[in-house]
């Protein structure tokens, strides 16, 4: 079968872990199909990945980050980074005059897939 | 719906699109598509396209031959058959009038495509029927190129758009259903992609008018299409041509080259453009060697057509149009970036580097005028991270070549960078009508923002030249008192600084530039501009924030003194303003990195001090942040007789404050007077942060100075610990309403000191701040006392705090806990169950305890009598911040990493001679079978760890657990071999991470569930 068209990765946030909670308890319930939720589901991944890209211009923060790389690998696509030690900034210029936020943290994962991917286009 | 009126049903469908009510349009869906999924959905389908009075009939009859196709569970070869011979003879009949039919026209084929994708294995050359049909070929279309244009040229503009239009919907369809891998292949055999090629042949000698714009969307979909073909099968469209054919250009890109012409019409060439960048940027393997060459001429060639339709946009003013030509030149540019980086010095790549720093150079502000530079920036950035990352390419290329031929290819590489460099630059002038920045404000600042993050990347690039040039020109600007300027390059300065300071290394080499910014007169001459020029003072304020190193080195010390006379005018002339805050901030900053330096500075600094807590007025952040800078700095008097007055004053002129405002009791108070006696609280929290030691106390004091310290604060001589512990009782035992904010900063207060390894203002001793938590948690459960339970968290987290960084003192001891328990916990056990926020704060304690000492509570009878029960009852909850300390409880109760031998043997005679075990895995499958999806991830771990501690009684307890969980008949029941096929799954992973495949399938089937994700991150 073909590839998934959109990354699944956002998934994993609170507002997508609550969605798939959702289409959970209307399947219980009898009132959608699981078709359905997955289909739901797919329309998620496409709708996050597109407001996300720059272009839409809705995510004006930026984080930066300094540390120590612990691990790296790039594996089936996906690369993932361990990084200790992190100062992070975060600069929202819809909020301030982009004077940044500071936080330091132990450890800090990063999993990045490219934006360039067939389906997502 | 057992028999239908045909009139009644065309009636549905003119309401169905013509009606704005939601109600009707819902009833009416769902009484027609009964009737589409009903066995009489063919006939209805034939009566509706027939209907030739109205088109929304005739499209609805397309609409119901795809659901009636979608419903079929499997048709024979001959209904495939009949399926598309009936949809082709509509298409024909319908083709007549192509113009008003063409959605209906255009929904049949999507019905051949849907019967082509479900029934390839019969119906496998969709265009070969549809262009036999068209024709009326009586033969089989010949697979040869030449005889499928000599028939296509018979045919009209209507039938050939009609092919055209098919070719993009079977490709489209493709990519949006999930197809077999071979469906890719019969796209070949089957001549799909053949006779679209034949068409795009025939259209490359003369295009029919009206054919343009649908060929190339054709082509659109087709660069997805070979996207995914190639991605997914082996199958591959080199050159845009099937594999074996090598030919200089393809027909498809023949056609779309031909579009580059300034005499087309401006949609088309902007449609061609928008094609062109899809292809190299989806799947630039599409253009050969020939091609992407022949394409680079025709866009930077001079006189070609690139240079001539730029100069056209320009003139005609036509912005979209030109960012998506700039669009397409960048995507060529970066395709070939490593080439382009290397050849920087021949004129060729000079010419084309050229033209695009005249784009980036387009007049006007960046977001308002013009977004060229904003879309050209990302591509400069990732040329001069050529530079960088493959330097090694560079020494290559010049190990054969002369030093000056090195040097002159690095001057030239330098020379455009500096020049994109001047233009970036100029373009983030803040602009001057504050109109147009107001309006544009956050974008533009996102737009300075990577700038400067292009500026950071050229420095690694020039390295200390380039710092030296831009702050040559910041002096210059001082010189000439051009503040404009002055601003953007202070604000390009101070954000490379901010970059390069985090290495100290770094740091340093940048002393001497930042001297000679300063010996310029950079302080007196913001401090003598107005105040109205908010950005020039932001961005000075920044700036002083990242040069902390300077100030710290002996070179910078002296300019302290201006620095803080600067500072501190801004924020006492802004007090409640953005700048001030701002201001605070960078004052906190200095005073904690340079406290050494600015002890002179003490004196001074209590007056603003005193004044600041005497005017409520005054932002309440910019009163706490003064009160850590002044203490920051008093903390490094390193004589604690000093030090301990230093507090006790502040102490005395905060407890002043208290005592002035603060009535009888805080719930008489109003809303903003508690912020100001809420802030001063924060005041104390803030000083017991910044008299922490600031390193290792061995290298902060000498051993006579830590003697003298543990003494001092022994004996307190000022009684410094009781005034604090007299406000804190003040404020805590005052008012129901404020309880919480007020215990929150308390127990801060009482935090600050702990794991502090010498006695300090605010190192308490133990008893006493236990001794306040027992009380205030009495307090808190009593009914109509001042304290509210909401505070109790607070409270318990103090403890944590306490077990965290006491766990191995002596003093922290079994005895005490048990004692402390006993009180806070065992006598209010229902009542702490009632609330999801108590039974949170105190299983997290629990788990906490456990982790880092648990020889604490497990030799505690009431350990098994009330922990464990609460523990048990923490399974139960819905909500994730308790299941996560539950689970963390269970966990490092079963590894019990940091248990001696006799708390193990403790544990393990727990849950194995006692019911406790039982009990528990009865209580973890119920709650992990009834958990949500999003929580599941709160009970791997402990499943995990149960069966690799407890692999001989695990089988037994999920067992009697499933059993009994059957009795209970509560929710999905669970079939006896059901539950022993996961057992033993389980007992075979033996813990490792399949168990959580095991699991998770598990609780699918229980639920009746599916997995919705096709991967795992």
Not at chain 2, 291 to 300: A, E, G, I, T, V
């Amino acid at each position: 079968m073909s590839a998934p068209a959109y990354y699944e990765l956002y998934r994993r946030s609170t507002i997508g872990t609550t969605l798939a909670d959702a289409l959970d308890t209307l399947i219980s319930d009898e009132k959608i199909q699981p078709q359905l939720a997955m289909r739901i589901l797919h329309n998620f991944d496409r709708i996050v990945s597109e407001l996300l890209k720059s272009e839409a211009g809705i995510a004006k923060s930026k984080l930066t980050f300094k540390g120590d790389l612990h691990t790296y690998r790039f594996c089936d696509d996906v690369w993932t980074f361990i990084i200790k030690n992190v100062l992070i900034k975060l600069t929202d210029v819809s909020t301030n005059d982009s004077n940044d936020n500071e936080i330091n943290v132990d450890k800090f994962k990063i999993v990045a897939c490219n934006s360039r991917k067939a389906g997502d286009l | 719906m057992s028999s239908w009126d045909i009139e009644a049903v065309v009636q549905s469908i003119e309401t169905l699109y013509s009606t704005n009510d939601p109600e009707k349009v819902k009833s009416i869906q769902h009484s027609l598509q009964d009737l589409q999924k009903s066995s009489d959905g063919l006939k209805l389908a034939e009566i509706l396209i027939n209907t030739e009075s109205s088109s929304n009939c005739q499209f609805f009859g397309a609409l119901t031959y795809t659901v009636v196709l979608n419903s079929s569970d499997q048709l024979t070869n001959e209904d495939v058959d009949q399926f598309v011979e009936v949809q082709g003879d509509h298409i024909l009949r319908l083709a007549h009038n192509l113009s008003p039919n063409l959605f209906i026209i255009r929904k049949l084929l999507s019905n051949v495509s849907l019967a082509f994708i479900k029934y390839s294995n019969h119906f496998d050359s969709p265009m070969k029927w549809l262009l036999r049909i068209i024709t009326g070929a009586v033969d089989e279309v010949a697979g040869d190129s030449a005889e499928q244009v000599e028939l296509l040229n018979t045919l009209s503009r209507e039938y050939l758009s009609i092919l055209i239009y098919f070719s993009s919907i079977i490709v489209e369809d493709i990519c949006k259903l999930e197809c077999p891998n071979r469906i890719h292949e019969l796209v070949v055999s089957g001549q799909t992609f053949g006779i679209t090629e034949s068409i795009f042949r025939l259209l490359g000698g003369n295009i029919p008018n009206g054919l343009e714009v649908i060929g190339l969307d054709c082509i659109n979909s087709w660069v997805t299409y070979t996207s995914l073909a190639e991605d997914t099968s082996i199958v591959r469209y080199p050159n845009f041509e099937v594999e074996g054919t090598n030919t200089t250009h393809s027909v498809i890109l023949s056609f779309l080259f031909k579009h580059f012409n300034v005499n087309l019409d401006s949609d088309i060439i902007n449609k061609a453009i928008l094609v062109a960048t899809e292809i190299i940027e989806i799947n630039p393997r599409l253009l050969n060697h020939e091609s992407r060459d022949y394409l680079k001429l025709r866009m930077f060639g001079q006189d070609e057509f690139g240079s001539m339709y730029i100069r056209n946009l320009i003139d005609e003013g036509f912005q979209e149009e030109l960012l998506t030509l700039v669009s397409l030149f960048i995507a060529i540019l970066r395709n070939d970036i490593l080439h382009l980086a290397k050849t920087v010095d021949t004129d060729e790549t000079r010419h084309i580097l050229s033209m695009l720093v005249e784009l980036t150079n387009v007049p006007g502000i960046p977001v308002e005028d013009e977004q060229i530079s904003d879309l050209t920036l990302e591509f400069w950035e990732e040329l001069a991270n050529v530079f960088i990352d493959d330097e090694e390419t560079f020494d290559v290329l010049f190990s054969n070549r002369s030093k000056e031929e090195k040097q002159s290819f690095i001057s030239t590489r330098n020379s455009i960078f500096e020049e994109i460099c001047y233009i970036y630059w100029n373009k983030i002038h803040i602009p001057s009508d504050p109109g147009i920045f107001n309006s544009i404000r956050s974008e533009f600042l996102h737009y300075r923002s990577n700038v400067s993050d292009f500026f950071i990347v050229i420095y690694s690039l020039l390295k200390e030249p380039f710092y030296e040039k831009l702050t040559d020109n910041i002096c210059t600007e001082i010189a000439n008192r051009n503040l404009i300027d002055l601003e953007s390059s202070l604000f390009l300065l101070y954000k490379v600084t901010d970059d390069i300071s985090y290495l100290e290394s770094q740091s340093s080499v940048l002393l001497k530039y930042i001297q000679r910014i300063f010996n310029s007169g950079l302080l007196s001459l913001i401090s003598n501009s107005s105040y109205n020029n908010y950005h020039l003072y932001s961005t000075a304020i920044n700036f002083l924030s990242s040069v902390q190193f300077f100030f710290k080195h002996e070179t910078g010390t002296g300019s302290l003194s201006e620095v803080f006379d600067l500072l501190f005018r801004v924020l006492l002339h802004d007090s409640k303003g953005s700048l001030s805050l701002h201001c605070s901030k960078t004052i906190l900053k200095i005073c904690q990195e340079c406290r050494e330096k600015l002890v002179d500075f003490l004196p001074n600094l209590e007056q603003l001090l005193v004044e600041m807590l005497r005017n409520k007025d005054l932002d309440n952040m910019i009163r706490q942040r003064m009160v850590n800078s002044y203490t920051s700095i008093g903390r490094c008097v390193r004589y604690e007789k000093q030090f301990g007055e230093i507090v006790k004053n502040e102490l005395v002129e905060i407890n002043d404050r208290v005592k002035y405002t603060l009535p009888i009791s805080l719930s008489s108070v109003e809303d903003d007077m508690f912020d100001y006696l809420l802030s001063l609280l924060s005041c104390i929290v803030e000083m017991g942060k910044a008299s922490q030691i600031p390193n290792e106390v061995d290298e902060f004091f000498t051993p006579e100075q830590q003697q003298f310290t543990t003494s001092y604060w022994r004996e307190d001589p000022l009684q410094v610990q009781s005034l604090i512990f007299s406000i804190i009782k003040q404020f805590s035992f005052s008012s129901e309403k404020f309880d919480s904010l007020v215990t929150e900063k308390c127990c801060l207060i009482l935090k600050s000191g702990l794991g502090e390894s010498i006695p300090g203002p605010f190192v308490f001793p133990l008893p006493t701040i236990l001794e306040y938590v027992v009380m205030k948690v009495e307090n808190c459960i009593e009914p109509n006392s001042p304290s509210s339970p909401s505070s109790i968290p607070f409270l318990y987290s103090l403890i944590e705090s306490i077990v965290l960084t006491s766990s191995s003192s002596q003093e922290l001891s079994s005895e005490l806990m048990t004692s402390l328990l006993l009180s806070i916990f065992d006598s209010h056990f229902q009542f702490l169950q009632s609330d999801p926020d108590l039974i949170q704060c105190c299983i997290s304690l629990f788990a906490t305890i456990l982790e880092k000492k648990p020889s604490l509570i497990v030799h505690n009878p009431n350990f098994s009598n009330s922990i464990i029960p609460f523990a048990l009852d923490g399974l139960l909850a819905k909500e994730l911040f308790v299941l996560k300390v539950t689970s963390k409880f269970w966990l490092t109760l079963l590894t019990l990493k940091k248990g001696n031998m006799q708390d193990q043997t403790t544990v393990k005679n727990l849950m194995v001679e006692s019911p406790v075990g039982q009990v528990f895995v009865y209580s973890l499958i119920k709650s992990f079978i009834n958990s949500t999806r999003s929580n599941l991830d709160c009970y791997y771990q402990v499943f995990r760890n149960l069966i690799s501690k407890y692999p001989t009684q695990f089988k037994t307890w999920t067992t009697t657990s499933f059993e009994k969980l059957q009795l209970e008949k509560e929710g999905r029941t669970i079939e006896k071999a059901t539950s022993d096929k996961f057992i033993s799954k389980l007992v075979v992973s033996r813990g490792m991470r399949s168990a959580n495949d095991v699991l998770k399938s598990f609780w699918l089937e229980s639920n009746g569930l599916i997995e919705f994700n096709s991967r795992s991150y």
